[in-house]
Structures are given as C-alpha cells and as structure tokens.
C-alpha cells in the first residue's frame, strides 16, 4: 500500500490532461484516496486506479515526502481516447461515449455540413438539366 499523504498537486501535464480528458480535480482526489489497485513504478511513482463515477479512472502520481504530498503526473480512463472516443486496447476506434465533453456543432456533426453542401449540388444540377434539356 502506497504511503498516505495528505496533500495532492497536480503538474502542468496532468491538468492539461484531466482538461483534455474531462477528468475533475474530485475525481482524482477520490481515486487517489481510495484505489482499487497501486502499483509502484520503476522511477518510485505510483500508479493508482479506481473506479470513479463509473469511471475507470487511472493516474500516475510520484511522492513528495518532505512534502507530505502526491504529485499527480498525469491521469486517463482506460478505454477511451483523448477525444473521448471509446478504444480497444490497441487503440482501435470503437465508438462514442456519453460523458466526452460537448462540442460545437461542426465537431459533432461534421458530416451534416457536407450533406447539404452536396444536397444543394444535387438540386441545381437537376434545375440545370431541366432548363438545358427545354
């Protein structure tokens, strides 16, 4: 069991990460303070995962003892990309997940753009035709 300390910061790293990924600081606050499972590292870090939230949430943090303190080095659910997309464990694409953050309307359907674009195409080309063909 990794030693408990009571106060955790988290490196610019982690906290792009936990941006990117729509991890929260209590997220990990509660993994950290209640895994599942640690594994301690070949550079003496720890790494925590826990299920939070119906998350499989994971992190790696290093010891301060002088400190009294984790230092988060980053975080990731297991099982999904940084876009939230869900992943094998290869990294293949394997759908969409509910909790990824929301996006603008072109990153989420940009596929809609293109349809009326090509809808539009479709429609003149008929008028064209028929007037051509008069």
Known sequence: MPQ??????????????ME??????DMVLKAIRNPERTYIEDDGG????????????HMVCKPVPEEDKWLVKSTWV?????????VDGRGYYRGRVKRSAPRSPS????????????????????????????
Do not use: C, M
């Open 78 to 86: 297991r099982g999904e990309d940084d876009h939230g997309n869900r």
């Open 107 to 134: 990153q989420t359907h940009p596929f809609l753009l293109n349809e009326i674009l090509f809808a539009t195409l479709i429609i003149l080309a008929i008028v064209l035709i028929y007037f051509l063909s008069r």
């Open 20 to 25: 990117l990924r729509q991890i929260s600081e």
């Open 46 to 57: 720890t790494k925590f995962i826990s299920r939070v939230n119906g998350i499989k949430l």
């Open 4 to 17: 408990r300390y009571t106060n955790i910061v988290f490196s610019k790293h982690a906290r792009e990460r």
